[in-house]
């Protein structure tokens, strides 16, 4: 077992520098020191410090001359920290989110140059730079490319590496560097050593990621790294990363030999002392061009928040949502995933909402007990749309697990919707159904046959003013966590893709009315969280439950 002392201490430094406060460091930097001090203290674990050192050595090629010391610490833990039985990588899987400006791509190239190095060790050990965009999987390969062009080292380059514009080998060890896109072809084909995943935040699901990663173990020592900044995707694979990280760094489960990296300010007000930006980017204090900028940044953010939420979210790595701009905060809404009980024979009501039934269209069944709102949501989707190329959420994946229902006709069949209203009115008691008052005479013949009628006053035909009365218990069931919509990815990503836009004004003065809209009208929709307003307008009309939510069966939807 190995001593504080005896961390080397190219990898030490940085963690001097967290635990002492010498550099201000968020909760989860605290948590990672922590995590890694007890980990040589209890494991039989070894650095490599000849790997280490003549790693360290290779930077003197790269213009920025030497590594940030959090640099050192990542590439001492990820890439030369091992098991003293087996050898085998005791971190080789690294999650590392870190502000915009970090030098990320720059800490990517040069740990793909120690890979394939023959300091690794390792034949043939490729290194596969992946991204959304080729613009983003390129930047690291072209901070390589740069360093063997470069007429100061180009004839030594030449003498232990080949390039072309598509990939990088070593002469020595054969080991290929190339990026790569979402575009299928060649992926099956890879037998990586390491895969890096950039920008994971635009990553919408783990379809690719999981292609990408099928190559991995047909080299030894198989590693993976997912680096980012914050970003606007939400429920994707950045959320669940983070998520198992902060399990991890807390100790409510086994690291599985993940390092979790994660630079952010641990909150939102901290953002208004510049000291406490190097939280996001333990790189700033050597930045000073950098700071510079971040400064203008601000200065825009304080004077427009809703038009510059890039500063929070990718410099700070908090993402914001601007009353004007954003329903409520990503945590809110993350909140609402939690079990729903078993509500067989409770009384709801019912909420519809579709834009064009050539779209999507959504039913909301809503429960209340108390503070607590219960919502059970469905989807259906037109597979004509023309908007159909536009969304970017893995909406097959949902239709195969039942969350969506797709639809392969010129629109959606108002029979389907009444059929999953009759077939879950059988189970559940509704008082009553809202649609919009627009949208009314589209439905109203199917309603009708299943004994709902505005007539007959079991239908409300929601108008703007419902709904901007509404907005407030909206709101404060947001911000208290009061809605638990159980494992409904898809009225989460509705809820997400909604914005709360000023409406109203007495003799020139705002009386705080507000109304709903979509962030995006084409990629970004929100019939599923419209369909849980137009069931909360009716709200009222909905009898208290009477058992105790802990009497009840706990059961996903």
């Given at each position: ?23 201000r460091?968020?909760?989860?930097q ?12 209890k494991?039989d674990i ?10 360290l050595?290779?930077?003197?090629y790269?213009?920025?001359g ?10 001492g833990?990820h ?9 085998r ?7 590392l ?13 040069f ?13 043939k050990?490729?290194?596969?730079i992946?991204?959304?965009?080729e613009?983003q999987?390129?930047?690291p ?17 030449r003498?232990h ?24 072809k060649?992926?099956d ?11 994971i ?20 020592h ?42 952010r300010l ?15 980017n ?15 940044e ?6 427009n928040?809703?038009q ?6 990718k410099?700070?790595?908090l993402p914001?949502?601007?009353?004007e ?7 809110n809404i ?10 067989s ?9 579709y ?7 959504s039913v ?7 503070d607590?709102?219960?919502?059970i ?8 749309s ?11 994946q ?5 969350k ?10 108002p ?12 189970k ?89 809209g979509k962030?995006?009208?084409r ?29 009840l069966?706990v059961?996903?939807?």
């Amino acid at each position: 077992m190995m001593n504080y002392k005896e961390i080397h201490p190219q990898i030490r430094e940085y963690m001097d520098q967290v635990t002492s406060g010498k550099i201000r460091a968020c909760q989860e930097q605290h948590d990672l020191m922590k995590m890694v001090m007890e980990a040589f203290a209890k494991e039989d674990i070894y650095i490599n410090k000849e790997q280490l050192e003549k790693y360290l050595k290779q930077v003197q090629y790269f213009p920025y001359g030497q590594l940030f010391t959090w640099e050192k610490f990542v590439l001492g833990l990820h890439a030369c920290t091992y098991y003293k039985k087996d050898n085998r990588p005791r971190w080789p899987d690294l999650f590392l989110l870190i502000g915009r400006g970090a030098g990320k791509d720059g800490f990517i190239a040069f740990e793909s140059w120690c890979f394939v190095s023959p300091y690794n060790g390792i034949k043939k050990y490729d290194v596969d730079i992946c991204a959304n965009s080729e613009d983003q999987a390129m930047a690291p390969f072209v901070d390589i490319w740069d360093v063997l062009e470069d007429p100061q080292y180009n004839a030594k380059m030449r003498g232990h590496f080949y390039w072309t514009k598509e990939q990088i080998v070593s002469q020595k060890t054969k080991s290929t560097i190339k990026f790569r896109t979402n575009n299928p072809k060649g992926k099956d084909g890879l037998r990586s050593g390491i895969v890096y995943f950039n920008e994971i935040h635009q990553y919408q699901d783990y379809k690719n990621i999981n292609v990408f990663t099928t190559g991995l173990g047909k080299k030894p020592h198989p590693r993976r790294a997912y680096t980012t900044t914050n970003g606007d995707v939400r429920d994707g694979p950045l959320d669940s990363l983070l998520e198992q990280s902060l399990e991890i760094l807390k100790g409510e489960i086994p690291d599985n030999g993940m390092l979790p990296f994660i630079c952010r300010l641990d909150a939102k007000d901290e953002v208004h002392d510049a000291e406490n930006w190097q939280k996001s980017n333990p790189s700033l204090p050597y930045l000073p061009h950098l700071m510079d900028e971040m400064l203008k940044e601000y200065r825009d953010y304080i004077r427009n928040p809703g038009q510059f939420t890039a500063f929070m979210t990718k410099r700070m790595n908090l993402p914001e949502g601007d009353p004007e701009m954003q329903v409520t905060d990503w945590e809110n809404i993350k909140a609402t995933e939690k079990e729903l009980p078993d509500l067989s024979g409770k009384p709801c009501v019912v909420g519809i909402d579709y834009s064009k039934l050539t779209d999507i269209t959504s039913v909301n069944f809503h429960f209340k007990q108390g503070d607590k709102r219960f919502d059970i949501s469905h989807s259906w989707l037109c597979l004509k749309s023309k908007h159909l190329s536009y969304l970017k959420v893995p909406y097959a994946q949902w239709a195969k697990e039942g969350k969506l229902t797709l639809v392969n006709d010129v629109e959606i069949n108002p029979d389907l919707i009444i059929e999953y209203i009759t077939r879950l009115g059988k189970k559940y008691q509704i008082s009553k159904i809202a649609l919009d008052d627009f949208r009314y005479a589209l439905l109203a013949g199917a309603l009708k046959t299943i004994g709902f009628d505005y007539e007959a006053k079991n239908i409300k035909l929601v108008r703007p003013s419902d709904i901007m009365r509404v907005v407030p218990v909206i709101d404060s069931a947001f911000v208290n966590q009061y809605f638990i919509w159980g494992d409904a990815p898809m009225l989460r990503w509705a809820a997400n893709n909604t914005k709360m836009i000023r409406v109203g004004k007495s003799q020139g003065q705002d009386i705080g009315n507000f109304k709903y809209g979509k962030i995006e009208p084409r990629a970004r929709k929100n019939d599923p969280f419209m369909a849980l307003v137009h069931s909360m307008v009716i709200e009222s009309d909905l009898p208290e439950m009477q058992t105790s939510i802990m009497d009840l069966d706990v059961r996903f939807y």
